[in-house]
């Protein structure tokens, strides 16, 4: 799947977003405005001003919807949700050729709020992959003691873990062991 840098950067702000809100054990990571600071800085995003509470506030309310989407129940739902969201966000595509990067689209307003920011950039990323037939892509990890959200940018489509180094691996090797186990008690 041929996906451009921008929709690339608007996707890992999108799951890296919804991997904030704390899932299982994990605590939520955007629990200050510093938290939100550190956030937008991760991720280089552009035209953002003065942060307050209420920017902290309106981005939960924005990571709850994409977690929506993520959970949605079939690309009617999804397309919904995300229509919803990006016409909230006040939407308005606009070229740009800001901090070194080559022309590419910002689908937020000028001044707009950072929650708009993500909604418009991350809301039309994923809709992308809605019109290119491939909501499917997102998913969560299957690994029973983890949930977080992420793209399957595989060939195949057949990525089933967040990080195959970390819950992957682990899932992997527990499953060794367990056979391990079972032929030794034979």
């Given at each position: 799947?041929?996906?451009?840098h921008d929709?690339?950067c608007?996707?890992?702000?999108?799951?890296?977003?919804?991997?904030?809100?704390?899932?299982?054990?994990e605590?939520?990571?955007l629990?200050?405005?510093a938290?939100l600071?550190r956030?937008?800085r991760r991720?280089?995003?552009?035209?953002?001003?003065?942060?307050?509470?209420?920017?902290?506030?309106a981005v939960?309310?924005?990571?709850?919807?994409f977690a929506?989407?993520?959970?949605a129940?079939g690309?009617?739902?999804?397309a919904r949700?995300?229509n919803?969201m990006?016409a909230?966000a006040?939407?308005t595509p606009r070229?740009?050729d800001?901090?070194?990067?080559d022309?590419?689209?910002h689908?937020f307003?000028?001044?707009?709020?950072?929650?708009?920011?993500?909604?418009?950039?991350g809301?039309m990323?994923?809709a992308f992959?809605?019109?290119a037939?491939?909501?499917?892509?997102?998913?969560?990890?299957e690994?029973?003691d983890?949930?977080r959200?992420f793209?399957d940018?595989s060939?195949?489509?057949s990525r089933?873990?967040?990080?195959?180094?970390t819950?992957?691996n682990?899932?992997?090797?527990?499953?060794?062991?367990?056979?391990?186990?079972?032929?030794a008690?034979?």
């Amino acid at each position: 799947m041929l996906i451009n840098h921008d929709t690339r950067c608007a996707l890992d702000s999108v799951i890296d977003l919804v991997n904030t809100s704390g899932e299982g054990d994990e605590p939520d990571a955007l629990q200050d405005l510093a938290d939100l600071h550190r956030f937008v800085r991760r991720h280089a995003i552009s035209d953002v001003g003065t942060l307050g509470e209420e920017d902290l506030a309106a981005v939960r309310g924005v990571r709850a919807r994409f977690a929506e989407v993520f959970a949605a129940g079939g690309t009617a739902e999804a397309a919904r949700l995300l229509n919803a969201m990006v016409a909230a966000a006040g939407t308005t595509p606009r070229l740009t050729d800001h901090d070194g990067y080559d022309w590419h689209i910002h689908y937020f307003a000028p001044g707009s709020s950072i929650a708009d920011h993500l909604a418009a950039d991350g809301g039309m990323a994923l809709a992308f992959l809605v019109v290119a037939g491939e909501r499917e892509r997102l998913r969560r990890c299957e690994a029973p003691d983890c949930r977080r959200a992420f793209v399957d940018l595989s060939r195949n489509r057949s990525r089933r873990y967040c990080d195959s180094r970390t819950c992957g691996n682990r899932l992997h090797v527990a499953a060794y062991r367990a056979r391990r186990r079972e032929a030794a008690e034979q």
